[in-house]
Structures are given as C-alpha cells and as structure tokens.
C-alpha cells in the first residue's frame, strides 16, 4: 500500500558499479506537492539516484514505488509514459531541430501521431499553440524558429525545462538545472522551477545552497552513497555531521 | 560529418528537387541510357540508405544484402515464374521487408560501430547463402538473361524507355521517402538522431523507431535492386558483397547526408567518375578513394549539405540586413 502523501519512494536502493558501491540503502520519501532537494558532494551518487529513479540504471538492489506500484527497473520510456520525467545533468536537447520543434516531439509523444511515417509533418501544427506558450513562460518566444544548437547556455537549459514540462509530469527529476549559469539567469531559472511546481513534484539535485533554501520544502543530503540526514533546510544545516561532511564553511 | 541542411527549407517551394527531375528527364539524352539508368537505380539506393544514416544516426554496413539480395529475388521471380515484372519488384521488396524485420531484432540495440559490424556480419551471411544456393543464384556467373519484361503493357526492351519507366518509380519512391522524413514519424527519427537519451526519456520506445526506419530503408534499397536487375538483365555476386555496401556509404556522404537530395549527387557523381576513370586508369578505386577523402575533407557536410548550409547562411545574413 501507498503511505499516505508519498508519491515517490526509494527503498533501500542500492547501486555498484564492478564492486564499487555508488548508491548505499538510499530510502527517499518524496511527497506529494512538495519540491524536494537532493544535495551532497561531488560523486555523492546524486545522479545515479536520478538514473535509478528514471530506469536509465536498474538497481543492483532495493525498490522504488511510484504511487503505491513498483516500477523497479522498468524501462526509460515506459517510467516516462508513467508521469516521472527527468532531465539531465548536462543540457539535453534536440540540437539541430528547431526551438519549436524541440518542445513539439514532447508535445507529441502522448498522441498517436509519432508513428504515422505517412501523413504530412503539417498535422502537428495542432501542437504549435501550446509549444509556444511553452516556450514563452520560459522565455524563449523569440528563437522558437532558429536551431537549438544555436542558444546560449542559459536558454539551451530554459529549452531543456520546457521540454520537460511539455510531458505534464506528475513528478520531474532536474538534475542541477542551475549548473553554469549566471547569477542571472539562476535567478530567473530559479522561478521557473517555482512557478512549474505548483501542483507537481520535483525532485531537485542542486549544489547552489541559496537556490536549494529557497525552493526545497525537504532536503536529503547525500554522501558517499548513503543518506547522511533528511530535513528542512533549518534542520539540515544546523546538523553538525552535515555541516563536517559537506557545507563546511561555504554556506551563506 | 555531421548532418544539417534541410532544417530551415521545409515549406519552401522545392527548386532543387525540381533541377533534379528536369535533370532527370534529360538525362538518357545527356549520357547513354544505361549509365544514366544506373545512376537513377543506385540513387534511389542512396535515398533509401540515408533515411537511416541521415536521418536516424544508423550507419549500417550491410545494406548490400537487401539491395542485392533483392535483385537476386526479384531475378529469380523473374526467370521462373509468369509473374509480371512489377510483382517480381514487390517481392523483392517483400524479401527485404523481411529480413529488414529479422536482421533489426537482432541488431537494432546495438549502438555505434557494433551496429555497423552486426549488419556487416549479417550481410556476409547472405552473401555465403548465394555462392551456396548456385542452382538459384548462379554462383560465381551470376544470375543471367533476365527478361525485363513489360511495365504495364510497356514493352520495355528501348532502353531510354526502360529509362522513363524506372525514372518514374524513383520518383514516387523518392517522393515517399520524403514524406517519411517529413512526417511526425521523421520528427521522432530525427530527435533519436540528435539525443537519443533524451528521446527515450520522453517516453519514445526508441528501438521501435529505429527498426521501423530500418525495414524503412530496406524497402526502398530492396525495390532499388529489384529494378537494377531487370534492367541489366542480370545480377551478380558483388551486389550483395560488402564492397556494395560501402559504395552507397560513399555515395550518402559524398551528397551529403542528412539532406533528402544529397544521395542523388552522391550516386551520379560517384558513377560518372567511376565510368570515367574506367577507361583513364587502372586502378579507378584508388583513385576514386582519393576524391572520395578529399571531397568530405573539403566539404564536411557533402556536396548538397554544404551548398545549402551556405545559402541559408546567406539568406539569414541577408535578413538581418533587411
Ligand atoms: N556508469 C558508471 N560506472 C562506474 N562508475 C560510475 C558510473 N556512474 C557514476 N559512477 C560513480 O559513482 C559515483 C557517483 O556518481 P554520480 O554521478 O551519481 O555523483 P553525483 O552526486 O551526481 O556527482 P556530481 O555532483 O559531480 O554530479 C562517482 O564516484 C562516479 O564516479
Ligand atoms: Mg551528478
């Protein structure tokens, strides 16, 4: 049975790479509603989570629940169709389609049009409307012509949310969204995830501490593999094991 | 080489296909009508490969086997049943279609150069089978006297009529090819293309993608064999040898891959050059090899990729100054 609120959870996932244990006994409850932190050093396992998460790894043990239903090691695709979208750490996108276009194979994937190699390109014009709404709440209305491969860092990731929030995900995974941006362009980003996570889950990996403070109703800090503490930001910063282990002297 | 070219140009008024099929028509009065059958059968080939390489990130090298698997099919539906001849093409057609299916299962999640070597091994495998099966196929001689039969009640025996009746199912089978790319089907091949990851993390089921544009594929190449037996009147071996499969590797990257009409150049320009240094030189492949490095050194994206990459540069420095 599903806990009441919980939408998402790992339980005691475990991943090694030829012996090397890179995920230990990770148990993450991810509510409903709620934006949900991941945080931890470099090579914490963080992504590889994210990978279990989405099925791109099967764990080497422990399960993952997605709405009362295991979906341990079902494929990329199929967790997609389920509701659980991700992106990735490094920006993803469609390089030489266009900007519209990008969003549109989104769009398009929950309809049955993909797999008619026989009509005309011209009936996903039905999408186009909603792409570039799409593409305006991101910001980016006026390159939907241009090649992807043509924007600057910033606005390749903006295109990578769009597409992502094309899916209408009940849960999206964003690895460091934030990740080589501008103070800028973080802030600006930084109410893009606010705004999209109104009524969704978001699980959010991201080393900038003031933008994790600011989003995250729940943080779970990793290292090493194994979950060190779970809280709110309050919590986890004043946990001295946390403070040891990774923030240091660097936060605030 | 990377792909590019055609990105910006859907909508637009098709001139270069238009140059082409002008082209097309002029040719057997421009070349003598066997060449210029030739190049329109292996064009069509090179279309029919680089739905794949172009524009799902595939590169096979073993599509000799549906190209000459099927012209020994559709030879020998030809020598020895009272089949009309376009029923002897669909079936070759058919025999690529299959084996398109069974060669796909087994290689189609296989990524990169292991794609290439699986379709090569595979490819050997069927050109083990025709030095084998000698009382069909002919062994070492080929398959020979094969009648071309009568394209609906068109005696085809002229050859600058058997030249018409081929041009015309280029045409058809180019004009489906790209529509195939040019559909919401083409949009997810070329999405796999760009970020395969990334298309299945939008729940595409990739593998199927990649096989349905694999039989995609075969099937134009098988009907390309098809009608390359019927009009030599015979096939042989080296159609289903790996060298064959190269060749249309050289003819996509020569045109350019990645753009619909690229191939077309790619085949003529690789077949008059080949039938001009026939007669100038001993040793054509070598040379030929030579242009061949030269050509993609000099024009990465190949000869119609680059062409049309410059023009939308223009055109989009052009509008800016506007
Ligand atoms: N496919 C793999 N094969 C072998 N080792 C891997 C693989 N993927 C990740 N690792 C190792 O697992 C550990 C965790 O990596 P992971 O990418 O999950 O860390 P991360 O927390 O996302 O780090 P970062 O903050 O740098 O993105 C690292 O030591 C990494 O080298
Ligand atoms: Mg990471």
């Known amino acids: 049975m599903a806990e009441p609120g919980v939408v998402l959870s790992a339980k005691g996932l475990c991943?090694?790479?030829r012996g090397f244990r890179a995920v230990n006994d990770v148990c993450i409850d991810v509510l409903e509603g709620t934006i949900h932190a991941l945080i931890g050093p470099n090579g914490a396992g963080k992504t590889t989570v994210f990978n279990l998460l989405s099925g791109f790894l099967a764990p080497s043990s422990g399960d993952i629940i997605y709405r009362g239903r295991r979906i341990t090691s079902m494929a990329p695709p199929a967790i997609a169709r389920l509701g659980i979208v991700r992106s990735f750490q490094i920006s993803s996108i469609f390089p030489h389609l266009s900007v519209l276009d990008n969003v549109k194979v989104a769009l398009q994937s929950k309809s049955e049009l993909p797999k008619r190699f026989w009509v005309s390109e011209r009936t996903t014009s039905r999408f186009d409307a909603r792409a570039l709404e799409l593409l305006e709440d991101v910001g980016l209305t006026s390159y939907a012509y241009g090649l992807a491969v043509h924007l600057s860092y910033g606005r390749k990731r903006a295109l990578e949310l769009a597409i992502s929030m094309a899916l209408?995900?009940?849960?999206?995974?964003?690895?460091?969204?934030?990740?080589?941006?501008?103070?800028?362009?973080?802030?600006?980003?930084?109410?893009?995830v606010r705004g999209f996570a109104k009524g969704r889950t978001v699980v959010l990996v991201e080393h900038n501490l003031s933008v994790v403070s600011a989003l995250s109703d729940r943080i779970t800090v990793l290292q090493r593999g194994s979950v060190l503490t779970e809280g709110t930001y309050e919590e986890v910063r004043s946990n001295p094991q946390v403070i040891d282990a990774y923030l240091g002297g660097q936060h605030d | 080489m990377r792909a590019g070219g055609d990105q910006v140009s859907s909508g637009k008024f098709d001139y270069l296909g238009l140059a082409l099929l002008v082209l097309g028509l002029a040719l057997p009065w421009l070349l003598y009508p066997v060449l210029a059958t030739n190049i329109v059968v292996w064009a069509l080939f090179a279309v029919g490969f680089n739905l794949l390489l172009g524009y799902t990130g595939l590169l096979s090298f073993g599509h000799a086997m549906f190209f000459g698997g099927a012209s020994y099919i559709t030879g020998i539906v030809m020598l020895h049943t009272h089949l009309p001849m376009p029923a002897a093409?669909?079936?070759?057609?058919a025999f690529s279609i299959g084996l398109a299916y069974l060669v796909g299962v087994l290689s189609i999640r296989t990524q990169g150069i292991y794609f290439a070597m699986i379709t090569l091994a595979i490819a050997q495998v069927i050109y083990f089978a025709v030095t084998v099966f000698i009382g069909w196929t002919g062994g070492e001689n080929g398959l020979?006297?094969?009648?071309?039969?009568?394209?609906?009640?068109?005696?085809?025996?002229n050859d600058r009529v058997m030249y018409y009746a081929w041009l015309v199912i280029a045409v058809i089978a180019v004009a489906f090819v790209k529509r195939v790319i040019h559909s919401p089907f083409g949009q997810v091949l070329k999405a796999i293309r760009e970020n395969e990851q990334r298309a299945r993390s939008l729940g595409y089921n990739v593998d199927h993608y990649k096989l349905m544009a694999f039989i995609l594929s075969a099937a134009v190449s098988g009907l390309a064999g098809g009608m390359l037996v019927v009009h030599q009147h015979f096939t042989v071996m080296d159609n289903v040898d790996w060298q064959t499969s190269g060749e249309v590797v050289m003819m996509t990257l020569l045109g350019g891959m990645g753009t619909v009409y690229g191939p077309i150049i790619g085949a003529a320009f690789y077949l008059l050059l080949s039938d001009r240094l026939a007669v100038l030189v001993n040793a054509p492949g070598v040379v030929i090899g030579l242009i061949f490095i030269l050509t993609v050194l000099l024009f990465r994206r190949g000869i119609v990729g680059e062409i049309m990459g410059r023009l939308d540069a223009r055109r989009a420095r052009g509008g800016q100054e506007a």
Do not use: H, I, N, Y
């Not at chain 1, 080589?180 to 893009?192: I, K, Y």
């Open chain 1, 168 to 192: 209408e995900p009940s849960v999206l995974l964003l690895d460091e969204p934030m990740a080589g941006m501008g103070a800028e362009d973080v802030e600006s980003m930084t109410e893009l």
């Open chain 2, 89 to 93: 093409l669909l079936t070759g057609v």
């Open chain 2, 144 to 157: 020979q006297a094969v009648p071309r039969g009568t394209f609906f009640g068109l005696p085809l025996e």
């Open chain 1, 15 to 17: 991943k090694d790479f």
